[in-house]
Nanobody, 116 residues
Framework: QVQVAESGGGLVQAGGSLTLSCEVS????????MAWYRQAPGKKRELVAR???????FYTNDVKGRFTISRDNARNTVNLQMDSLKPEDTAVYYC??????????WGHGTQVTVSS
């Protein structure tokens, strides 16, 4: 059974940094498209960053230049390095994986809170 688990959330002051990690167990990530989404209170879940099996990366405009997504297929992990955090980055961050068959997996989310 495939499980997706996020870690690394927490409370940080504006301008600070956090690194989120996502580990996929029960399946290899090498063929997966991996992504981070976030959902702020009262808002829809939105895509933050995505990296496919070929290493192609997408960032939403709000985080370009501040966030960096990376993957380690040997460890079945994908990370999100978040720098220059802003209060508007406060949200629950979710790891998302899609395998080569189109099956979608979500983690349970990790809270990121940025204080002003």
């Amino acid at each position: 059974q495939v499980q997706v688990a996020e870690s690394g959330g927490g409370l940080v002051q504006a301008g600070g940094s956090l690194t989120l990690s996502c580990e996929v167990s029960g399946s290899t990530t090498s063929g997966n498209t991996m992504a981070w989404y976030r959902q702020a209170p009262g808002k829809k879940r939105e895509l933050v960053a995505r990296i496919d099996s070929g290493g192609n990366i997408f960032y939403t405009n709000d985080v370009k230049g501040r966030f960096t997504i990376s993957r380690d297929n040997a460890r079945n992990t994908v990370n999100l390095q978040m720098d220059s955090l802003k209060p508007e980055d406060t949200a629950v961050y979710y790891c998302h994986a899609v395998n080569i068959y189109g099956t979608v997996y979500w983690g349970h989310g990790t809270q990121v809170t940025v204080s002003s």
